[in-house]
């Protein structure tokens, strides 16, 4: 017993030996999804995202951001093509590991998920508690990632005394105290104004720099535009694009869009603004 | 350790805040544990003396009480003489008293009897064989004009055969048993039922933290363990209330009565501290029971 235990944990670190360290930590291979009734979540999507990259992924309502995130915690399983994430294919993890797959992925959604009748302490510390970490390390690490998110003061405070942007910073903190090396930002900033967003996304960047790869799924086109980071753009299941520095979209001021959204809907043309011409 | 000390906070946490599918499932589970500390005894003392009476294979004639014991003895000789008997066996009035006191093990009973020796003199008839029982009866009490059996002399009152005896206790102590049975069946159902439904409340009133669980990685048997925990305590504080409602029963009631009459000191039933193991057990059993099921059906992890 113990003999096997111990070949299969050398056969284990051989395998991480074989990885490349600069191969990438997501990648997918024509990865699509099928909802069940035939909607498609993904299409033959493919894509590498590598380690200590800072990504967006953009794209208008329904294109599939949030199946991309999905099916990498494995929420969703790809019907064709493969999600492999540090070196191994997650389709082929037994049911009984993708906990372990998950303690690897930080995950932050729009509507924080903090647990209302838990103080900021505890709401990050159960996470580090549900996957049985000891007393001592608990005691270490929530109060060092707190402070990382800039919220020490507050570590007694219930969820429903803070303001929006402090509870994302609670989520925020809650997936990344066990440190993984992915962190998944689900429209982190759907929810807030936007200089409160700018703090909450200078975190994530903060984060980045500790070496965490980070996938931001968002819709905030000025944050984008501002952090000439690498964006992914997704339509209806599909990349349309993925540019290093990227925009948000295609260069249109806002004069131009509400000119295209008037002579779109039929409006009188020439309307540049609302007060007319002269 | 500290996990299992996580998961019993989480357990008593969701218990406080859901108190009253609680203290449903809770009070169910101390009836139908109750139900089953008497039934267990009752079915065991019926069954005891079912089988007792049955093994007694012999046709007992009883004279009236007023009857002498000569008047019986007299009768004797003639019951030999019939077919299919092989010996024949005279009890006087004082002998079946002497029985009685020994079978009651109380010496003081004499002295409490009002009017004298009550008891008949009885003739004890064995049969050569088992399957001439009724043959015998049927001698010793012919059918009448009417059809009913009637005692071939009038210094007698009754014959009785042993296996009717037997039917008779089994008839009314069946219908006791059936009825407690299916009343206990019931309430088993009802108790699993309650703790499966405060199991449902509880995921249904804590999916914020199993989802969270889930996000960050917890394993499947760490999400389920505190709900099973759940169970359980609602389990065993069901049983160890019904226990000590069933030990306050046996220290004020059936103790001293037993004391006094030696019918309640059923002297083959289980031990108190036997039955009691059982009955948490099949508490324990239910409740973990009824989360199991729930947890299946509505937690997927």
């Given amino acids: 017993m113990a003999t096997r235990t111990r070949a299969r944990r050398k056969a284990r670190a051989d395998a991480a030996q074989r990885r490349d360290p600069r191969a990438p930590i997501v990648e997918l291979r024509g990865a699509t999804v099928i909802y069940p009734g035939g909607h498609i979540g993904l299409e033959r999507v493919s894509l590498d995202i590598h380690r200590g990259e800072f990504m967006f992924l953009v794209g208008p309502t329904g294109c599939g951001k949030s199946t991309f995130i999905k099916s990498l915690i494995r929420e969703v399983e790809p019907a064709e093509g493969e999600v492999v994430i540090a070196g191994s294919d997650i389709a082929k993890l037994p049911e009984k590991r993708i906990p372990y797959l998950r303690r690897r992925i930080g995950t ?43 919220l020490s003061t507050k570590i007694h405070n219930y969820p429903d005394e803070l303001s929006g942007g402090e509870q994302q910073r609670v989520s925020i903190a809650r ?22 967003s700018i703090g909450i996304m200078q975190l994530l960047y903060r984060i980045n720099r500790t070496g965490t790869t980070v996938v931001v799924v968002t819709h905030d086109r000025e944050m984008v535009d501002k952090m000439r980071r690498r964006v992914v753009r997704l339509d209806e299941g599909r990349i349309v694009s ?17 000119v295209r959204m008037r002579s779109e809907m039929g409006v009188g043309e020439g309307h540049t603004n609302g007060e007319g011409h002269e | 350790m500290s996990r299992v000390g996580f998961f019993l906070q989480e357990a008593l946490r969701a218990l406080r805040r859901s108190a ?94 009002p009017s004298g020796n009550p008891l008949p003199p009885a003739l004890n008839v064995y049969p050569d064989d088992a399957d001439n029982l ?47 049975t299916a009343i206990t069946a019931l309430l088993l ?91 948490i057990a099949a508490a324990m059993a239910v409740s973990a029971l009824g989360s199991g099921i729930t947890l299946r059906r509505f937690l997927q992890v």
Wanted: proline share 6%; net charge negative; charged share 25%.
């Fill in chain 2, 134 to 180: 009724e043959a015998i009866r049927s001698d010793l009490a012919p059918p009448n004009s009417k059809g009913k059996p009637q005692p071939f002399s009038p210094v007698i009152e009754d014959v009785v055969d042993s296996r009717e005896q037997a039917s008779q206790i089994r008839a009314v102590t069946g219908a006791i048993k059936i009825v407690l």
């Fill in chain 2, 189 to 279: 159902i009802a108790s699993l039922g309650l703790v499966a439904n405060t199991i449902r409340l509880s995921i249904y009133a804590r999916r914020r933290e199993v989802e969270v669980m889930r996000l960050v990685g917890a394993t499947n048997w760490f999400i389920r363990w505190p709900f099973i925990i759940e169970g359980l305590v609602v389990g065993l504080f069901g049983a160890g209330c019904a226990v000590f409602i069933l030990w306050l029963g046996k220290v004020t009631i059936v103790d001293p009565l037993s004391d006094r009459f030696a019918l309640v000191a059923a002297q083959n039933t289980i031990e108190f501290l036997p039955l009691v193991a059982i009955l």
């Fill in chain 2, 20 to 113: 009253a599918p609680s203290i449903a499932a809770i009070v169910t589970i101390v009836v139908t544990v109750l139900l089953l500390g008497v039934l267990v005894p009752v079915l065991q003392t019926t069954q005891g003396k079912t089988e007792e009476v049955r093994d007694q294979l012999l046709v007992k004639v009883f004279g009236y009480p007023e009857s002498t014991d000569q008047e019986v003895r007299a009768l004797r000789d003639r019951v030999a003489k019939m077919p299919h008997v092989e010996r024949v066996e005279f009890v006087s009035k004082a002998e079946a008293l002497k029985i009685l006191r020994q079978r009651l093990d109380d010496d003081s009973i004499t002295e409490e009897l």
């Fill in chain 1, 108 to 150: 932050v959604f729009q509507d924080f998920k903090l647990l209302p009748n838990r103080n900021v302490y505890d709401n990050v510390a159960y996470a580090l508690q549900v996957i049985g970490a000891s007393r001592s390390e608990i005691r270490q690490m929530v109060p060092e990632t707190l402070r990382l998110v800039g």
């Fill in chain 1, 175 to 196: 997936a990344f105290v066990n440190h993984p090396p992915l962190l998944l930002a689900d429209e982190p900033t759907g929810n807030l104004d936007p200089v409160t």
């Fill in chain 1, 242 to 258: 993925d540019e290093a520095a990227g925009m948000y979209a295609d260069e249109e001021s806002t004069n131009e869009f509400a």
